[in-house]
């Protein structure tokens, strides 16, 4: 009995572990568990840390930051792809931890025509 708890455990790990590796992401690297590159962004001068990715990376790469998985686009052609031709399948979204502390009525989080009738206010 006291060999199936921590059996069952290392199976669950396996499992969520491979699922993530199975998915179809750009290259780069998540950082530490839980703060990801958070701390590199923020102790040095933000453009260093997104020149250093770039380089490395190209203009298309994954991190982790304040909390959340992220995709970053760096190139003028990629974010034309993203906002114009292919906007119908992106949702422009703040970090999930940003929404936590501001809470979900602030502002900037609304889209489309309730966010213009709070502006208007």
Request: charged share 15%; with cysteine; net charge positive.
């Amino acid at each position: 009995m006291m060999l199936i708890v921590p059996l069952l455990l290392l199976l669950l790990i396996l499992f969520f572990t491979s699922r993530r590796r199975n998915l179809p992401l750009p290259p780069g690297t998540m950082g530490w568990p839980y703060v990801g590159e958070t701390f590199q962004l923020y102790s040095h001068n933000p453009n260093t840390f997104f020149a250093s990715k770039v380089k490395k990376y190209g203009s298309i790469f994954k991190s982790y930051i304040l909390g959340c998985p992220c995709v970053m686009i760096s190139s003028p052609e990629t974010a034309k792809l993203v906002l114009v031709s292919k906007a119908h399948l992106f949702k422009p979204t703040f970090p999930a931890s940003k929404e936590r502390m501001l809470g979900k009525q602030a502002l900037f989080f609304h889209q489309g025509d309730y966010h213009s009738k709070l502006r208007r206010l």
